[in-house]
């Protein structure tokens, strides 16, 4: 299985963008599906997860109320809704999928960059 991220850019404060996964090679309707970032200098984080139905998220604090994450098994897609962006939202962005305990399987990031 491969993802492929997408939807990232240069966004001013306050404004939105719309991140998508693609995944390819087979189906990932049975996988949990999340969102991670790392900025420059931190650790990569935890953003935001979604179940295989579609019916159960979870979301880092930082991002509460701000972000969305949806996903359409139809399509095998996954998108994260950015609204309300602050620059310490700048970030490469990554999907990734988990099966188990463990997310296993990982996309290539997508680079946000929020401006003040």
């Known amino acids: 299985v491969q993802l492929q991220a997408s939807g990232g850019g240069l966004v001013h404060a306050g404004g939105s963008l719309r991140l998508s996964c693609a995944a390819s090679?087979?189906?990932?309707?049975?996988?949990?599906m999340g969102w991670f970032r790392q900025a420059p200098g931190k650790e990569r984080e935890f953003v935001a997860s979604i179940n295989w139905r579609g019916d159960s998220t979870n979301y880092a604090d930082s991002v509460k109320g701000r972000f969305t994450i949806s996903r359409d098994n139809a399509k095998n897609t996954v998108d994260l809704q950015m609204n309300s962006l602050k620059p310490e939202d700048t970030a490469v962005y990554y999907c990734?999928?988990?099966?188990?305990?463990?997310?296993?399987?990982w996309g290539q990031g997508t680079l946000v960059t929020v401006s003040s």
């Open positions: 090679g087979r189906t990932v309707s049975s996988y949990r």
């Open positions: 990734a999928g988990r099966s188990g305990t463990n997310y296993n399987l």
